[in-house]
Structures are given as structure tokens and as C-alpha cells.
């Protein structure tokens, strides 16, 4: 059974500070995605990471793949209360429809 | 363009009820998945179907769960008999290709009292 995990579980840092979500596995994906999820709705896609060692940036946040596609992070810059909510992670094995997330990191963010 | 519609949004239960959930994928996808999420985990693989075909039920409960995406139509999923430990939200995903990013709709929460 492939898990995911993610660290730390809970967050709850001050509008301006960074932070990184961490996401580990022993089993190697053949992509990794990033989802943001808010209350009531369903994940919306961030990233999607292919290649190990790969480095992708969108404005403020930073995703990272493991040089050997085990595992992942997100480094978000400058943190704003708009970031707040449950960040994903999600491993792919071959093809995309069979996706294995993580255990999710929830982030607040406070004025 | 419509994202993924789920309905219904919320739907209650009483134990032993059947539930029925309906998911339209986005226009031009083919590929439909269902995900379920139970209160403070992750999202969990159930099913992924294309039209008329179910590719992989291998997340799905071998009993009272089943799913089908017919020629026309939203795809269903359906649990028979429900008991407390379905609640939960599920959610429904599609892509237009086997190997594309998913694109999921906002859930039907299931409550079974």
C-alpha cells in the first residue's frame, strides 16, 4: 500500500512569515500534484511535478519534486490569510486516474 | 464552461437507506473518477470509470457500493443499505485524457443518521 505522508499536520502562522509542507513517501510516483481544497469544496489542482529534481514557481509558492520521486515540498513566500486551507498531495503511478493523496497539511494564516 | 457538477450537495440518511450520487463530468471528458473523504483524512481512490466501462473498482467496497457512467447521462454511484460509517464526502473528478490532471467538483457530504 503506497501512503503519503505530510508534515507538519497543522499550521497557523502570522500574515507575512513563510513555511514549507513536506511530503514523504518510500514509494516512487511518476508525477506528484499539489491540491488546495477550502471548506465545502472540492481540491483544485496547483502544480503538477514529473521530473526528479524538478523545481516549479507560482508567484509565491515553490514546489519542489525529490530527486528520486519519493517525495515532495511547498514553500510558500509571504504568507497571506488568502492562503489559508487544506493543502494536498497527491502521487500518481503510471497513469493519473488512480491518484494516492496525503494526509493533508491545514494552514491558517492571520492577520 | 461548467466545472464538475455534483449533486446533491448534502444528503441524509437513515440506516438501511440506499443513496444514490450523481456526478457530471466537465464537457469533453470522458474519464470519470470518485474519491471519498472521510472527516479529518485524506482523499481515498473508489472507482474510475469511462463511458459505459468501469477501468478500476479496486478502491471500491466489494459490497452495497456501485458505480456506473452510462452512454448518456451523469455518472452514479450508489450505496445500498447505508450504515454510519459511509458518512462521509465524496467527490467526483474528471479529465479528458487517461494521463491529464483531474478536475473535482465540490462533494456530496453524506450523512447517515
Known amino acids: 500500500t503506497q501512503l503519503l505522508e505530510q508534515s507538519p499536520q497543522f499550521l497557523s502562522i502570522q500574515e507575512g512569515e513563510n513555511l514549507t509542507v513536506y511530503c514523504n513517501s518510500s514509494s516512487v510516483f511518476s508525477s506528484l500534484q499539489w491540491y488546495r481544497q477550502e471548506p465545502g469544496e472540492g481540491p483544485v489542482l496547483l502544480v503538477t511535478?514529473?521530473?526528479?529534481?524538478e523545481v516549479k514557481k507560482l508567484k509565491r509558492l515553490t514546489f519542489q519534486f525529490g530527486d528520486a520521486r519519493k517525495d515532495s515540498s511547498l514553500h510558500i513566500t509571504a504568507a497571506q490569510p488568502g492562503d489559508t486551507g487544506l493543502y494536498l498531495c497527491?502521487?500518481?503511478?503510471?497513469?493519473?486516474?488512480?491518484?494516492?493523496f496525503g494526509t493533508g497539511t491545514r494552514l491558517q494564516v492571520t492577520l | 464552461n461548467a466545472g464538475v457538477m455534483q449533486n446533491p450537495r448534502h444528503l441524509v440518511r437513515r440506516r438501511g437507506q440506499e443513496a444514490r450520487l450523481r456526478c457530471s463530468p466537465m464537457?469533453?471528458?470522458?474519464?470519470v473518477y470518485w474519491y471519498r473523504q472521510l472527516p479529518e483524512e485524506g482523499l481515498k481512490f473508489m472507482v474510475y470509470?469511462?463511458?459505459?466501462?468501469?477501468?478500476?473498482e479496486s478502491g471500491m467496497p466489494k459490497e452495497r457500493f456501485s458505480a456506473e457512467f452510462p452512454k448518456e447521462g451523469p455518472s452514479i454511484l450508489r450505496i445500498q443499505q447505508v450504515v454510519r460509517g459511509d458518512s462521509a464526502a465524496y467527490f467526483c473528478?474528471?479529465?479528458?485524457?487517461?494521463?491529464?490532471?483531474?478536475?473535482f467538483g465540490n462533494g456530496t457530504r453524506l450523512t447517515v443518521t
Open positions: 497527491a502521487g500518481a503511478t503510471g497513469t493519473a486516474s488512480k491518484l494516492t
Open positions: 511535478v514529473v521530473t526528479g529534481g
Open positions: 464537457k469533453g471528458h470522458s474519464h
Open positions: 473528478a474528471s479529465s479528458p485524457h487517461e494521463r491529464s490532471p483531474l478536475h
Open positions: 470509470l469511462q463511458k459505459e466501462n468501469i477501468i478500476d
